[in-house]
């Protein structure tokens, strides 16, 4: 919550209201933003870096949540053998070309 408020200090305008305590994480949070805010290159590669890492996470939690839950059990094992979403899926990742549509 800290290092949120030390970004809204700085970006507001130093607004007396939004004052923090400034800690080694703060500084280090403030000066990683700077750096991202200044280098698009940078910005880039850590926004597709941290969509991929959540990108992950959401499957590895919804494969836990299949294991302890009917429901999503019975769910993906219908989307698994469905064939039309194993195509697609084989296209999404370029194993398989798309026909084009006539």
């Known amino acids: 919550m800290n290092c949120f408020l030390a970004l809204c200090?700085?970006?507001m305008g130093k607004i007396k209201s939004l004052e923090y305590t400034e800690t080694a994480q703060t500084k280090s949070y403030l000066k990683t933003f700077y750096i991202h805010l200044n280098n698009d290159s940078l910005r880039i590669k850590f926004m597709k870096s941290t969509s991929k890492k959540l990108f992950i996470k959401e499957r590895i939690?919804?494969?836990i949540h299949s294991f302890f839950?009917?429901?999503y059990r019975?769910?993906?094992?219908?989307r698994a053998t469905d064939k039309n979403w194993q195509n697609e899926k084989l296209?999404?990742?370029g194993i398989k070309k798309r026909t084009p549509n006539l």
């Open 69 to 71: 839950d009917k429901e």
């Open 61 to 63: 939690d919804f494969i």
């Open 74 to 78: 019975k769910w993906m094992f219908k």
């Open 91 to 93: 296209m999404q990742l």
């Open 9 to 11: 200090y700085e970006t």
